[in-house]
């Protein structure tokens, strides 16, 4: 049940709008993602025949499957890779320098 307009975003479509918006993100991002987004000129991000708002609904369920503690600039780097590899699954990547978790007690008693 996707409003009307929403099922027929292919693939580019969809990296189109994530590079449309990546050149729309001022130079100097460094507040949160939301608040970038909130001052995104949506009309400018429009392009073919989907308007500002379609775009923004798009990028708001493109959005929810990628993690957000991070600037938009990254959060759009991280969203070209989800749409390129869409069943990758949900479980977000590593840092390679992660630590790994230390032993339970029980483990450190034998």
């Known amino acids: 049940a996707a409003p009307k307009g929403q099922d027929r975003w292919s693939q580019e479509d969809m990296l189109t709008l994530l590079e449309c918006m990546k ?3 001022p130079s100097n991002d460094s507040s949160k993602f939301k608040t970038t987004e909130s001052h995104m000129d949506w009309e400018k991000v429009a392009f073919k025949d989907f308007s ?3 775009c ?3 990028w708001v369920e493109i959005s929810n499957e990628v993690r957000k503690f991070r600037t938009l600039t990254e959060l759009i780097l991280d969203a ?8 990758k699954g949900k479980k977000l990547k590593k840092h390679p320098d992660f630590p790994k978790k230390p032993l339970t ?3 450190r008693f034998f």
């Open 23 to 25: 050149n729309n993100i």
């Open 56 to 58: 923004k609904l798009k």
């Open 52 to 54: 500002g708002d379609m």
């Open 105 to 107: 007690p029980y483990f």
């Open 80 to 87: 070209q890779e989800h749409v390129k590899n869409p069943y």
